[in-house]
């Protein structure tokens, strides 16, 4: 579900941070970014750190800026990998927090969100996020576009049950989902006509690289702007 990147605890994080605000979704504290004057809505899904990364919270903002209804829910209910805890286990996390229950919980911000009138959704999910977006992507009647960024495991059987249009971001060095299988899926989704597909390696990219840099590593900002913008693209041809 993580990788070398991900395998470290980050900077204590504020809820605070961001141009958004924290509120209610579906029973969900979730960071909402944007106006709500729009029809057109994008779920984001943290990886294992949770919803309060400050460098999620900015990309959030971006693509608000785009036009889009942004939230980032708290999909582990206050519960994100902290390995700083005292007694803290990797194992009973994962298993309290699985992709499949992450799915589950993102059903269900998808459906107020469309109550409250968003009727075009876009997803896209970072390493465990990843995972849930997949499962989501498998009915058009819950999201209309998908963007996974370097994933945990996705299973072939996943990605042929995908229905909407997806793009694969993946990074050149990485332990859970590599480059190589990065390919492997794309070349089955290329055979899906029905589905527009787009699968796109990062070359001296690890793990993570979308949202963990350093705002100091110019490199690593810029590649990770380059992610951002491949996505916000993504979403801009098919969330209309």
Known sequence: MSGPMCFSNPPKLSSTSGAGKVEEIAGIQTYVSG????????????DAFGYEAPNLRKLADKVADAGFFVVV??????DPVDFERPNFNLEAWRNAHTAEKGSEDAKKVIAALKGKGYSSIGAAGFC???????????????IQAAV??????????????????IALLGAEIDNYCSAEEIKRL???????????????????????????????????????????????????????
């Not at 829910?73 to 206050?78: A, E, I, K, L, V």
Request: net charge negative; with cysteine.
């Open 148 to 165: 996974v960024l370097h994933p945990g495991p996705i299973s072939e059987d996943e990605i042929n049950e995908v229905r909407v249009p």
């Open 35 to 46: 106006s709500p004057d729009t029809h057109k809505a994008i779920l984001l899904v943290a």
């Open 73 to 78: 829910p708290d999909f582990f209910f206050g």
């Open 128 to 142: 465990w996020g990843g995972m849930v977006v997949v499962k989501l992507a498998n009915n058009s009647d819950c």
């Open 186 to 240: 794309g070349s089955i989704l290329a055979q899906k006509s029905v589905v527009d597909s787009f699968v796109k390696v990062f070359p001296g990219t690890e793990h993570g690289w979308t949202t963990r840099y350093k705002d100091e590593d110019e490199l690593a900002v810029k590649k990770a702007e380059e992610s951002h913008s491949d996505m916000l693209n993504w979403f801009t041809k098919y969330i209309k």
